[in-house]
């Protein structure tokens, strides 16, 4: 049995982690296959999380909303499955969107879900404000160091997931790793991605090989920043109820990063076809034989034996959080929303469509003409696909 790591850097948009500025994003992709075109499922952290955990879509998994449900008692999460397989299992998790309450701890023999309260000593777990939220984190050393010393005491086969919450809202970087950094979200990324080459040094220093361990690093969902990148939408540019992530599925928020390497992987690999996240749980139960069950998702396993050649997926995502977000009063209108990403291989065209669930109009982007997702078509319900 192989060592597996999982690593979430949490709100971390596609574009800034493919950027060249984040030297441990670019290590794992040296020594594996990058994933360019990964689809979340949610644009919040426990419903984005649950699928990649369970490799279920969030209808299956059970949490739609970012404060209302848990994890669905039928649903078997990754860890369950590798603990029942012989596997130590671990996790340190940095935000109130992975506590325990969540069911997300299931299958963890130890799971890390200690933050600080908000500043005004309320608790972080029972507020819907996602931006209030970023307040109350683990920051990115006590996470490599937490994780670490779990490691310390394993000998044998062992799952180790380490979430760094760094990125997320306010974006005050406490050190500067990346004076290319445009703005202070990618300060906060740099933040944590130095600490996740701290976090592989470690692992290398004890003993346990990188070369022999397969190692999943992903976003659960990026960030909307109301005009620091030109496909943003939040704010002034028309959604002034976004703040971040949460209310809408754009790729700012929906096009996440997913490096996937290991023993027998086929190394410094780029695949443009489209995956999605709730691809990844099929994938590792695959890598290790065993067998994934009744699940969304589907193995990346073709792409590893194929490279380039395996086929797009279609990318299903949704948020109810928009629900949560009217309750104060101030967006009455607010509607869930879904969407599905599109690719066609053999033409080269990419689209999305996005709707009101329950309603009309269904938008269309064609996303190789207008990848800022800025001039959308209405069309008919018809045209939806099924997710």
């Not at 990754?78 to 671990?90: D, H, I, W």
């Not at 709730?278 to 290790?288: G, K, R, S």
């Amino acid at each position: 049995m192989r060592n597996v790591l999982f690593v979430s850097l949490d709100t971390v948009r596609a574009d800034v982690a493919y950027s060249g500025k984040m030297p441990g994003v670019e290590s794992l992709r040296r020594r594996g296959v990058t994933f360019r075109q990964a689809v979340s499922s949610a644009p919040f952290t426990p419903a984005s999380h649950a699928s990649v955990f369970t490799g279920l879509q969030p209808a299956r998994h059970g949490i739609r909303h970012l404060l209302r449900e848990q994890l669905a008692p039928e649903a078997t999460t990754l860890a369950e499955r590798l603990k029942s397989a012989g596997y130590a299992t671990g996790a340190v998790v940095s935000c109130p969107g992975l506590n325990k309450w969540y069911g997300m701890d299931r299958g963890f023999d130890h799971y890390d879900d200690e933050i600080p309260r908000l500043p005004d000593g309320s608790d972080p777990l029972t507020t819907p404000d996602v931006k209030k939220r970023g307040l109350a984190l683990k920051r990115a050393p006590l996470v490599v160091e937490r994780a670490l010393e779990w490691l310390r005491h394993q000998d044998g086969p062992f799952f180790l997931f380490a979430h760094f919450f760094d990125a997320h809202w306010p974006y005050e970087p406490p050190e500067d790793f990346c004076p290319e950094a445009a703005n202070p979200y990618e300060g906060e990324v740099a933040y944590s991605d130095h600490y996740l080459q701290v976090l592989l040094r470690g692992m290398e220093e004890m003993g346990h090989a990188l070369a022999d361990t397969l190692i999943v690093c992903f976003s659960d969902h990026g960030e909307d920043l109301a005009g620091w990148y030109p496909n943003d939408h939040a704010g002034a540019l028309g959604h002034p109820y976004e703040e971040g992530h949460g209310c809408l599925l754009f790729d700012a928020t929906q096009h996440v990063p997913l490096v996937v390497g290991g023993p027998g992987l086929p190394a410094g690999v780029e695949v443009d076809a489209q995956v999605r996240l709730v691809d990844i749980a099929p994938t590792v139960l695959d890598l290790l034989g065993m067998d994934a069950g009744d699940v969304d998702g589907l193995s990346l396993a073709e792409f590893f034996r194929r490279g380039t050649d395996g086929a797009s997926r279609p990318a299903y995502c949704e948020t109810y959080y928009p629900e949560e977000r009217r309750a104060d009063g101030q967006y009455p209108d607010l509607a869930p929303l879904a969407a599905v990403r599109l690719q066609d291989d053999s033409s080269g065209s990419r689209k999305k469509v996005i709707w009101a669930i329950g309603a009309d109009p269904v938008e269309l982007y064609d996303l190789r003409s207008d990848p800022n997702e800025q001039r959308g078509q209405t069309v008919s319900s018809a045209v939806v696909p099924k997710p």
